[in-house]
DNA sequence: GGAAAAAGTTGCTCTATGTCAACGTTTTGA
DNA sequence: TCAAAACGTTGACATAGAGCAACTTTTTCC
């Protein structure tokens, strides 16, 4: 198994080195160019993915065409469209890679397969829901609670790593307010 | 066990009787007056409550004093702040009861028991889970994504029972906008 | 049942942020 | 390596929605 991989289980889990072993045959490496969609809106999400470099963007495009990116998946996370993979509809988002990425890919049936008879792989699972619900919990007050130039710099405080790895175009869609808003603030801090 | 929390288990597991039965001494009966807090900020959230009627908000105030809803539990669901319970962090959000209402109520200990040594509440755990991600995501992306009669044409195609249930003032602030605003916008739908 | 409090409505004004356009800078890929 | 495309910055202007105040209606609870 993928040292990353193997961390994060070891991590969270107590799962011995044989068990462990069992697991790899389901993950396959793929490598991702710099903006290359593992998957597009409409589509039915069939894979989760664990990234090994690089990073993954889910984000989805309003009617008036303006993305809004919701997470960003760098190394050494699990990251998907959950939603649709739970529930076998359509994606309303989008997952593309902002970087030249590596990723292991476990498709939606072994995943689930696993959930269901691996306790570590349940484990691993219930983690990532939890922390994607501390996460989201945080990210809907912060969108509510504050204006623009605050969840700036609650953004530059909590995850710094953001400023240095993506286009402000990206950052700015993740707050959820225009480029040139994004600029401005910049320039003021 | 009651009967309403016995159809949230069926409907999601195939638990059989025996076991079921078994479960029912976690959960303790307790009513709750209209407005009514059962959590406060900055208290350490110490049970998770499953609506029996009535219904319970959690909602946060930011700096300015203004409030924010971020999920109401009708009767049926497990309402509680997932966040505090599962890092054992002080809340930053408040549990209040909006109408006279009626809560099974099982301690973070049993309940996180439960979760690791009962399948059945294992899958409900994750089901809640599930759902919370599913909902929070479509409603990061709603929240950034239209603006605020969008957002309240598709609370009231999505959630109407709100509508009759809650006080504007409780709607204005799960949608995210004030009070005001959300009368101007009904004066014109 | 009635006074007091809370909630809802609406006019006026203000402000943060969006929109668009122009222009400089950086990145990309043939 | 160089042209084209994408990205970033900034000014001028437009606008959705906030803030506040006055008033009406509804709810609460002695």
Same mark, same amino acid.
């Given at each position: 198994?993928?040292?990353?991989?193997?961390?994060? @289980?070891? =991590?969270?889990?107590?799962?011995?080195? *044989?068990?462990?072993?069992?697991? #790899?045959?389901?993950?396959?490496?793929?490598?991702?160019?710099?903006? +290359?969609? %593992?998957?597009?809106? $409409?589509?039915?999400?069939? @894979?989760?993915?664990?990234?090994?470099?690089?990073?993954?963007?889910?984000?989805?495009?309003?009617?008036?065409?303006?993305?809004?990116? !919701?997470?960003?998946?760098?190394? $050494?996370?699990?990251?998907?469209?959950?939603?649709?993979?739970?529930?076998?509809?359509?994606?309303?988002?989008?997952?593309?890679?902002? *970087?030249?990425?590596?990723? %292991?890919?476990?498709?939606? =049936? =072994?995943?689930?397969?696993?959930?269901?008879? *691996?306790?570590?792989? &349940?484990?691993?699972? !219930? &983690?990532?829901? +939890? #922390?994607?619900?501390?996460?989201?919990?945080?990210?809907?007050?912060? /969108?509510? $609670?504050?204006?623009?130039? $605050? !969840?700036?710099?609650?953004?530059?405080?909590?995850?710094? !790593?953001?400023? &240095?790895?993506?286009?402000?175009?990206?950052?700015?869609?993740?707050?959820?307010?225009?480029?040139?808003?994004? #600029?401005? /603030?910049?320039?003021?801090?």
């Amino acid at each position: 198994m993928h040292p990353i991989l193997k961390s994060y @289980f070891q =991590d969270l889990t107590q799962i011995d080195e *044989e068990k462990l072993e069992a697991l #790899s045959p389901y993950f396959k490496e793929k490598t991702v160019k710099k903006n +290359e969609f %593992l998957l597009r809106e $409409g589509e039915v999400c069939r @894979f989760n993915y664990f990234v090994l470099s690089g990073c993954l963007r889910l984000f989805s495009v309003n009617n008036e065409g303006l993305e809004n990116t !919701r997470y960003i998946a760098f190394e $050494g996370k699990f990251g998907t469209s959950f939603t649709s993979l739970i529930t076998g509809d359509p994606s309303i988002e989008y997952i593309q890679s902002l *970087e030249k990425s590596v990723v %292991l890919t476990i498709t939606k =049936d =072994d995943f689930f397969y696993l959930v269901e008879n *691996e306790p570590a792989v &349940n484990k691993i699972y !219930r &983690n990532i829901l +939890e #922390s994607a619900y501390i996460t989201t919990q945080k990210r809907i007050y912060d /969108l509510q $609670g504050s204006d623009s130039l $605050g !969840r700036l710099k609650w953004l530059l405080k909590q995850q710094p !790593r953001i400023f &240095n790895r993506l286009s402000n175009k990206v950052i700015a869609s993740y707050l959820g307010i225009t480029q040139y808003t994004l #600029s401005r /603030l910049k320039a003021n801090l």
